[in-house]
């Protein structure tokens, strides 16, 4: 009886020590991870306007919505991709990004549903406005086997951005083409300037006299007459008498 019950000790201590070895032979598994969204690498849409605003106007649509379960939250994507993909390239007006609608909604089905609607509103610099409208949906029917509802609200937000990305620049080419901007070169800033003369050279005015101080009268210059071959007549002295040394220099 005795050494049937140190047999039972020993196994009592053994078995969980031979089970704790078995664990950690086991791959933990590894954690979840979502790569960021962002467009920067794709080509800039330059408007002609001075500064570029992006609101977010969306809003939760009650307890069927899921869209912040999402690792990237819709709205939080498609502020990103307005912040990558547009570009203000002018010096004046401005260019507003709204976002109207970003959820992505489960019925009792399971059956997910996503929905993103932006505007983009441009004040030029003469004052005219334009604008644009895009909307963009996706929709996730859950199949038989179970399924990380994280990774495909992740995978739903991910498609819907790439469908908003094609919209956005189809709608900037076609709606706003006048405020599209083309090239690497910034509008160059438009200075006022006095017109002058054709042939005519800017010249620093003179100083004025001192007080009390009269001038002459400006003598008019004599005129030169062409020699014998065409060529102007030399330079001659002033005559006799035209210069005159200032009183009380003369010489003793």
């Not at 933990?28 to 962002?38: D, G």
């Not at 306007?49 to 919505?65: C, K, L, M, T």
């Not at 409208?133 to 609200?153: A, C, F, I, K």
Request: glycine share 8%; proline share 13%; with cysteine.
């Amino acid at each position: 009886m005795k050494f049937h019950r140190s047999l039972l000790l020993i196994a009592a201590f053994v078995l969980p020590l031979t089970l704790a070895a078995c664990g950690d032979d086991e791959p933990a598994p590894a954690p979840e991870s979502w790569a960021p969204l962002h467009y920067e690498y794709l080509t800039k849409l330059r408007l002609n306007v001075g500064s570029i605003e992006v609101q977010d106007h969306s809003a939760p649509q009650g307890d069927n919505d899921v869209s912040a379960q999402s690792p990237v939250p819709p709205a939080q994507a498609t502020a990103q991709l307005a912040r990558d993909r547009l570009f203000a390239a002018g010096l004046t007006g401005t260019a507003v990004f709204v976002i109207d609608q970003a959820n992505i909604l489960r019925n009792g089905d399971g059956v997910l549903t996503g929905s993103v609607a932006v505007h983009i509103d441009i004040v030029g610099p003469n004052g005219a406005t334009a604008r644009a409208e895009m909307h963009v949906g996706r929709q996730h029917t859950p199949g038989s086997d179970p399924e990380n509802l994280r990774n495909v609200l992740y995978s739903m937000t991910r498609g819907m951005m790439d469908d908003l990305n094609v919209e956005l620049e189809y709608q900037v080419r076609h709606s706003m083409g006048a405020y599209l901007v083309t090239g690497d070169a910034l509008p160059a800033k438009v200075e006022t300037a006095p017109l002058l003369t054709p042939g005519a050279t800017t010249v620093a005015p003179l100083p004025p006299p001192p007080s009390g101080m009269e001038l002459p009268p400006a003598t008019p210059a004599p005129e030169q007459v062409p020699g014998e071959d065409g060529a102007p007549p030399p330079e001659m002295s002033p005559p006799p008498g035209f210069l005159q040394a200032p009183p009380g220099s003369q010489p003793q």
